[in-house]
């Protein structure tokens, strides 16, 4: 009776493992407008309009610039600059469900809107790997905010929910899995570096789905727990924060800070800003509300290019039985420019550069985002809640590509699943090491001869530390799923010339409480025609 769920088992078993990761190929474009970042081109519409993306290790959505994005007071470049905009009118597959207020990086002071909608997208170029996975039905956010300046991929694997907590909508990833096109929720990312770029010419960003490429970063042997907190997960203690040789701290005591790849900077307590102002020779704009560096300094700071190191751990204590990580980043990493597209920038007389770190407000703010990102390669397992930083590699043109699945719970080589995707000496992909033969047949005979009396006290004592075991919490428990429960109480909008958009007194209709289907009334009406009125002004040329 037993055969048949076994054999499905089994077969199960062999189709998990036929399941690749999925490499989404960089598009040799570097864009932004506080520092150059490299960017994934993903295919949205029907026909695809392919649109220049930043990875986001914090949205379940990808936010795509809409026509409003870009305005007439504008450089004439916006669209380009932005990564291109994407005109609904123009693809048959657009469904608009309404515009809501964007509420994650809200703790950092982004307050804007979406106009959420089902479409389609590809992930990739013509040619490309990504390209042969499409796929319907997708979340997807048009803005016109400059908070997201260049279009935004979200890779957490949370679902969406406009009307309540038992009607979710997957996001890209859940729906990638459900059709076995990934074998786990899981993703791994370096944002890549410009300045590494122009020296080996293979700097650009690393982004692989339900997977790994191993090629891409030296292992460590920390694994990271999932914070409580399903909208701040990828959570982790900084410990320190040294120049070279522990010669100058810049961190004044540990903290937890949430990696976010959403936003470009790194945020830290006053005082930490203040050491990294002291060692840098950094000036303190109050309007751009950033630490800026002028010329001479710069030419200073490049010629000494010192390197900066983060030393990480799973929480603010060190354990005797773990080394905490560390991730070096050159001083090249902050070194940036903001372009005239930045906020206020184009106020102000001969400031470019800029050191990419911020002053928070509390502990919730304290932030590593995309900087960080440049020299880290962070592999998330949702499966198991936990995830691993380690030092990005940047190969040569000889080097492969070494792609590792990350397997289910219950599935194929799950046993070593979590080493073979986090930490310790597996990370790199290698699997656990084998008995020799001469060793298992000493095993054997040992047994043998061992007396009943000691094999019976083993049996008893592993059974009573099995129990005891077993009243913990087990690591590889499935994750709950996480729920993107969209606030709409602000009242920022997408700039579109409707009453209810730009009254006090109508706020943004809320994700949750209202029926997608349900058609928009009265005010509501015009404004969707207002929004359709302003695409069609701004169709794509051709």
């Given at each position: 009776?037993e055969r048949?769920?076994k054999r499905?088992v089994e077969?199960?078993?062999r189709?998990?493992?036929s399941?690749k990761?999925?490499?989404i190929?960089p598009?040799q ?9 490299s ?5 949205y519409g029907?026909p695809?309009q392919?649109?220049?993306s930043?990875?986001?290790t914090?949205?379940?959505q990808?936010y795509?610039v809409i026509p409003g994005?870009?305005l007439s007071?504008?450089?004439?470049d916006?669209?380009a600059?932005r990564g291109?905009i994407?005109?609904p009118n123009?693809s048959?597959?657009w469904q ?12 950092l002071?982004i307050n804007?809107?979406?106009n959420f909608?089902f479409?389609?997208i590809t992930?990739?170029l013509?040619?490309?790997?990504g390209?042969?996975?499409?796929l319907?039905?997708q979340i997807?956010t048009?803005?016109i905010?400059k ?7 979200g890779?957490?694997p949370?679902?969406t929910?406009?009307t309540?907590l038992?009607?979710?909508i997957?996001s890209?990833?859940?729906d990638l899995k ?7 929720l899981?993703?791994a990312?370096?944002?890549?570096s410009?300045?590494?770029s122009?020296?080996n ?8 789905i339900?997977?790994?490429d191993?090629?891409?970063f030296?292992p460590s042997?920390?694994?990271?727990d999932?914070?409580a ?5 990828l959570?982790?203690?900084i410990?320190a924060?040294?120049?070279e040789?522990?010669s ?7 903290i937890?800070s949430f990696?976010?790849?959403s ?5 830290l307590p ?5 050491r990294f102002?002291?060692?840098?020779n950094?000036?303190?704009s ?6 800026t560096v002028?010329s ?6 490049k ?8 030393t990480?751990?799973?929480d603010l204590?060190?354990?005797?039985s773990a080394?905490?990580v560390?991730?070096?980043?050159p001083?090249s990493a902050?070194?940036?420019?903001l372009?005239?597209?930045y ?5 102000l007389?001969?400031?470019?550069y800029?050191?990419p770190?911020?002053?928070?407000s509390n ?10 990102f440049?020299?880290?390669y962070?592999?998330?397992d949702?499966e198991r ?5 380690h030092?990005?590699?940047f190969?040569t043109?000889?080097v492969e590509q070494d792609?590792?699945p ?9 046993s070593?699943s979590?080493?073979?995707s986090?930490?310790t000496?597996?990370s ?6 084998t ?8 095993i054997?005979?040992a047994?043998?001869v061992c007396?009943l009396?000691?094999i019976?006290g083993a ?6 530390r099995?129990?005891s ?5 087990s690591?590889?428990a499935p994750?709950v799923p996480m ?13 579109v010339?409707s009453?209810?958009?730009h009254g006090h007194?109508?706020?943004m ?5 209202r029926?997608m289907?349900?058609e ?11 929004l359709?009125?302003e695409t069609?002004?701004?169709?794509m040329p051709g």
């Amino acid at each position: 009776m037993e055969r048949a769920p076994k054999r499905q088992v089994e077969a199960q078993k062999r189709n998990q493992a036929s399941i690749k990761p999925i490499s989404i190929a960089p598009d040799q474009s570097w864009l932004g407008n506080d520092g150059p970042w490299s960017t994934f081109s993903l295919g949205y519409g029907t026909p695809s309009q392919y649109i220049h993306s930043l990875a986001s290790t914090s949205i379940p959505q990808p936010y795509v610039v809409i026509p409003g994005g870009c305005l007439s007071s504008d450089p004439s470049d916006c669209s380009a600059a932005r990564g291109n905009i994407f005109y609904p009118n123009t693809s048959s597959t657009w469904q608009s469900l309404g515009d809501y207020t964007l509420v994650f990086e809200g703790n950092l002071g982004i307050n804007s809107a979406g106009n959420f909608a089902f479409e389609s997208i590809t992930l990739g170029l013509p040619g490309t790997n990504g390209a042969s996975y499409a796929l319907g039905q997708q979340i997807v956010t048009g803005i016109i905010t400059k908070d997201y300046f260049v279009a935004t991929w979200g890779l957490r694997p949370a679902p969406t929910n406009f009307t309540d907590l038992n009607s979710p909508i997957p996001s890209l990833l859940e729906d990638l899995k459900a059709d076995g096109k990934i074998s786990s929720l899981s993703w791994a990312y370096t944002a890549g570096s410009y300045q590494q770029s122009m020296l080996n010419k293979n700097g650009m960003a690393s982004l692989t789905i339900g997977g790994y490429d191993a090629s891409q970063f030296a292992p460590s042997n920390v694994t990271f727990d999932f914070a409580a907190d399903t909208s701040r997960d990828l959570v982790v203690s900084i410990l320190a924060i040294e120049t070279e040789e522990g010669s100058n701290s810049l961190l004044g005591t540990p903290i937890l800070s949430f990696l976010d790849s959403s936003v470009s900077h790194i945020w830290l307590p006053e005082d930490s800003c203040q050491r990294f102002q002291t060692a840098f020779n950094l000036t303190y704009s109050d309007k751009l509300d950033l630490y800026t560096v002028d010329s001479t300094v710069h030419e200073v700071l490049k010629a000494q290019n010192a390197n900066i190191t983060f030393t990480l751990s799973n929480d603010l204590t060190i354990s005797t039985s773990a080394t905490p990580v560390t991730i070096v980043l050159p001083y090249s990493a902050f070194d940036l420019e903001l372009t005239n597209e930045y906020p206020d920038h184009s106020d102000l007389e001969n400031v470019s550069y800029y050191f990419p770190i911020r002053r928070a407000s509390n502990e919730t703010q304290y932030t590593l985002g995309r900087t960080f990102f440049q020299h880290a390669y962070v592999i998330a397992d949702y499966e198991r809640s936990v995830f691993s930083v380690h030092q990005a590699l940047f190969p040569t043109g000889g080097v492969e590509q070494d792609l590792q699945p990350i397997w289910p719970i219950g599935g194929t080589n799950s046993s070593n699943s979590t080493s073979n995707s986090t930490s310790t000496n597996l990370s790199n992909g290698s699997t656990a090491p084998t008995l020799s033969p001469g060793a298992l047949a000493g095993i054997i005979v040992a047994t043998v001869v061992c007396s009943l009396a000691i094999i019976l006290g083993a049996v008893y004592a592993w059974r009573k530390r099995r129990r005891s075991l077993g009243s913990g919490a087990s690591q590889g428990a499935p994750v709950v799923p996480m729920k993107s429960e969209l606030d709409s109480k602000s009242n920022m909008h997408l700039g579109v010339q409707s009453p209810e958009l730009h009254g006090h007194d109508a706020p943004m209709r809320e994700l949750m409480g209202r029926s997608m289907t349900q058609e928009l009334p009265g005010e509501e009406e015009k404004g969707r025609a207002s929004l359709e009125r302003e695409t069609e002004r701004r169709e794509m040329p051709g």
